[in-house]
C-alpha cells in the first residue's frame, strides 16, 4: 500500500476515519454473534466477553503492534497496546453513562469479571517489571514474553474456575442483570455462528493492518512523537471496536458481556507486548521503550484497580447512575492524555 504515502494530511485523516466506521459497524455486528455463542456454547456472558469477543475486538490492535514492531518502531508497538487499555476502560464509563437503570458496575456483578480484573492487573504488573530485568533474549526473545503469554493462559484457568465452582457469589439485587440464554440464539446453527465471527474478526485485523500505515503517515505529516500516535490515534481507533460492542451489549441488555469484553479484552491485549517482542528483532522490546510508554503501563494499573473497586463496591446509584469508578477513570485518562501531548 505504497499510494498511502502520498495522500496529504486532509486525505490521510478522511482515510484514517473511514476504516474507523468499518470498524464501528463490524464490531456492533460482532456483538450480537458473541452474545449468541455465549448462549449457544454455554460459555456465558462473563466468558465469551473475555475470551471470545475480548480477542476478536483486539485483532486491529494487535496487527498494529506486531506490524510497528516488525518496522522496527518499538515506541509505536507498545504504546498502541498500553494507550489501547487505558482508553477501553474509559469506554467502560462511557457504556456506564448509556446503562440509565444503575451503576454498569453494579448490575453486571459477576465472579468471572472480578476474576478477570485481578488477572490484568498481573500481566500490567509484569510488564512494568520487564524493562527493570536484565535485557537477555533467547533468539531474540525476553523471558518475560514467555511468562507473559503462561501467566495469560493459567490466568484463564483461573477465571473459569472462579465462574464454575462458585466459592462465593455477589449478592443479587433489584437491578442485577442475571445472564440467561436467549431461546433464539439457542436455535441458531453453531456452524454458521463461528463462520460469521470468524469472518467479522478477519476484517477487524485486516483492518488494523491499515490502520498501522494510515496512523504512520499522519505522525510523520503532524509532527506526533511515536508514543502520541500510538496512544492518541491507533489506540483510541483500533479500540472503537470495544466502545461499539460494549454500548451494544448494554443496550440488548447482554451486561456481563459488556463489561467482560472489555476486561477481557483489556487482558488480552497485554498480549500485544509479547507478540511485538517476538516481531521485534533488535532484542528485548520492553528495554526500547521510553519512560513515557512506562507511564501508561501504570495508569492502566491503576485504572484497573479503580475499576476493581468498583466491582466489589457495587455503588448502584452515582451521579447519573454513573459510579465513582468511572469519574475516576476519566480524569486519570485525561491526566495521561495530557501528558502525552505535552512530552510529543
Not at 244 to 262: H, K, Y
Not at 301 to 315: A, K, P, Q, S, Y
Amino acid at each position: 500500500m505504497s499510494w498511502i504515502s502520498g495522500l496529504g494530511l486532509e486525505a490521510s485523516l478522511g482515510f484514517f476515519a473511514l476504516i474507523a466506521v468499518i470498524i464501528a459497524v463490524v464490531g456492533t455486528r460482532l456483538t450480537h454473534i458473541a452474545d449468541d455463542l455465549a448462549d449457544r456454547t454455554g460459555l456465558g456472558e462473563a466468558i465469551a466477553g473475555a475470551v471470545l469477543l475480548g480477542a476478536a475486538t483486539s485483532l486491529s490492535g494487535i496487527v498494529v503492534s506486531v506490524t510497528a514492531a516488525l518496522k522496527g518502531e518499538p515506541e509505536l508497538a507498545m504504546s498502541n497496546a498500553l494507550g489501547g487499555i487505558a482508553v477501553q476502560t474509559v469506554f467502560l464509563a462511557i457504556a456506564d453513562g448509556v446503562y440509565q437503570r444503575a451503576n454498569l458496575e453494579h448490575a453486571a456483578a459477576s465472579t468471572a469479571n472480578l476474576a478477570q480484573s485481578a488477572l490484568l492487573i498481573c500481566l500490567l504488573s509484569l510488564l512494568l517489571l520487564a524493562p527493570y530485568t536484565p535485557a537477555y533474549t533467547l533468539l531474540g526473545i525476553h523471558p518475560a514474553t514467555l511468562v507473559l503469554f503462561v501467566g495469560y493462559g493459567f490466568g484463564l484457568r483461573v477465571v473459569n474456575d472462579a465462574e464454575q465452582l462458585r466459592m462465593w457469589a455477589p449478592r443479587e439485587t433489584g437491578e442485577t442483570r442475571e445472564d440467561r440464554p436467549d431461546d433464539s440464539a439457542l436455535s441458531r446453527s453453531l456452524i454458521s455462528l463461528w463462520l460469521g465471527f470468524l469472518a467479522l474478526a478477519a476484517l477487524l485485523g485486516l483492518s488494523g493492518f491499515v490502520l498501522e500505515i494510515v496512523a504512520s503517515r499522519i505522525g510523520e505529516q503532524t509532527g506526533l512523537g511515536a508514543t502520541a500516535v500510538g496512544v492518541i490515534l491507533t489506540a483510541i481507533c483500533t479500540s472503537l471496536p470495544e466502545l461499539v460492542t460494549s454500548i451494544a451489549a448494554v443496550r440488548r441488555g447482554a451486561l456481563q458481556l459488556a463489561v467482560g469484553g472489555i476486561i477481557g479484552g483489556n487482558a488480552f491485549d497485554c498480549l500485544f507486548a509479547g507478540a511485538a517482542d517476538l516481531a521485534y528483532r533488535d532484542g528485548s522490546i520492553y528495554h526500547a521503550v521510553p519512560e513515557q510508554t512506562l507511564l501508561w503501563m501504570a495508569l492502566s494499573i491503576l485504572m484497573t484497580g479503580v475499576l476493581l473497586l468498583g466491582l466489589i463496591r457495587r455503588e448502584k446509584n452515582g451521579v447519573g447512575n454513573i459510579g465513582f469508578e468511572s469519574a475516576t477513570m476519566v480524569v486519570l485518562y485525561g491526566f495521561g492524555i495530557a501528558t502525552a501531548v505535552l512530552a510529543a
